[in-house]
């Protein structure tokens, strides 16, 4: 049996129908940049976030640069982040002209360690962006405690937790603002690509309205430097038929952990740990294990598909190797451990059991 490591057409086969419908209405509509349909999505959103405001934009990117210039963050800045985590996290705070400044992460959430941030601060500190990696909120509590003593704003990247809890609350309305995207592989994923702001700051939600259509409230009147970075109707129309499925896709996400975990009991292996007072929705399981390549190795050869997030710590980069001062060993442990094993709502039990049984023949061949 071949397991892929994601199956988008699965998901299509299972709400064709309505999504069918949906992308129908728009090319009907003859209205495909904003117009109702996006306000429509952009407002849904927002209220399942727990936000005042939605935003559509291009892409989760889109969704930090902007979110970062509305709130202020701008040359000379210095913002604290992650180093383990995809390069657009810390990319957009360059691209804001600020300094990008690691801390390292925790080693069993791989989220930003809480416990290191005040160090990092300096005088010209002025935003954190946590980044909720796999799917698990980062420690949200003490970051926010944090930001509010040193007069800091937090810019949460919520790209990979759409529909995740911290205490009961959904990640995104924490900050300033919340950083989503529509990448198609994430939990809600467009057919191409796609992001949002979200927040319940007016200011933040006008400055970034008028950011994504080239600087300006009135057509063809700019006001600043903006960017061409709208969400399109026809990714906002399948995506707003797949948010009345976002629930139960990240239930079954949840319940595919609990397999896995059950599954590999036992093995020499670590695999996701979940904080008590968070909701995981699990867009990766990822797995640690000092014989990764190997058992990447042997998967393959098995036909199961398996991916690396991610291989390269940021500070280790070509763009920020040199510019980086600090140590990050627990970062680059992980990119040197990290598995993620097949994940989506429709894996049956069947290829779940496929999967862990490659990987205990594979542990077995090393006894």
């Known amino acids: 049996m071949t397991v892929p490591v994601l199956d988008l057409k699965a998901q299509y086969a299972s709400i064709q129908s309505e999504i069918d419908s949906a992308m129908h209405a728009v090319v009907e509509s003859t209205e495909f940049v904003l117009g109702p349909t996006v306000k429509r999505f952009e407002q849904r959103v927002a209220e399942y976030c727990e936000c005042g405001h939605g935003i559509g934009v291009a892409s989760g990117t889109d969704a930090l640069l902007l979110s970062l210039l509305a709130a202020g963050v701008g040359e000379g800045d210095e913002v604290i982040t992650t180093p383990f985590t995809f390069v657009a996290t810390a990319n957009t705070i360059s691209r804001a002209g600020a300094t990008p400044v690691f801390v ?21 500190t002025k935003a954190i962006v946590p980044v909720h990696l796999f799917g698990q909120p980062a420690d949200l509590g003490p970051i926010m405690d944090i930001a509010q003593r040193h007069n800091l704003v937090v810019v949460e990247d919520s790209a990979q937790a759409v529909g995740a809890t911290y205490e009961g609350k959904r990640v995104s309305s924490f900050g300033i603002a919340g950083c989503l995207s529509f990448y198609p592989t ?6 191409g690509d796609g992001g949002m702001v979200v927040t319940s700051n007016p200011d933040v939600a006008e400055k970034v309205d008028i950011l994504r259509r080239h600087g300006g409230k009135v057509k063809y009147h700019a006001d600043v430097v903006g960017f061409n970075s709208r ?12 948010l009345n499925h976002l629930d139960t896709w990240n239930a079954r996400r949840r319940e595919v952990a609990g397999t896995y975990h059950r599954l590999l009991a036992g093995l020499p292996l ?20 000092d014989r990764r390549d190997e058992l990447a ?9 398996t991916m690396i997030y991610y291989p390269v710590p940021l500070h280790k980069q070509n763009l920020y190797a040199g510019q980086v001062s600090g140590s990050f060993p627990v970062a680059e442990r992980a990119a040197q451990r990290v598995l993620s094993l097949p994940m989506f709502p429709e894996l049956t039990e069947a290829q779940q059991e496929e999967v862990a049984g490659a990987i205990r023949d594979f542990f077995d061949t090393l006894a």
Request: glycine share 4%; aromatic share 4%; net charge negative.
């Open 231 to 242: 969400l399109d109707a026809l990714q906002a129309a399948l995506l707003d038929a797949k």
């Open 270 to 289: 670590e695999t996701p740990v979940e904080r008590p007072n968070v909701t995981h929705v699990y867009h990766q399981y990822t797995i640690q294990t």
């Open 104 to 124: 390292d992460v925790e080693p069993d959430t791989l989220n930003l360690a809480v416990d290191q941030i005040e160090a990092a601060i300096t005088p010209r």
């Open 297 to 305: 190795a042997h998967l393959k050869s098995r036909g199961i598909g």
């Open 186 to 191: 994430k939990n809600l994923g467009a057919y």
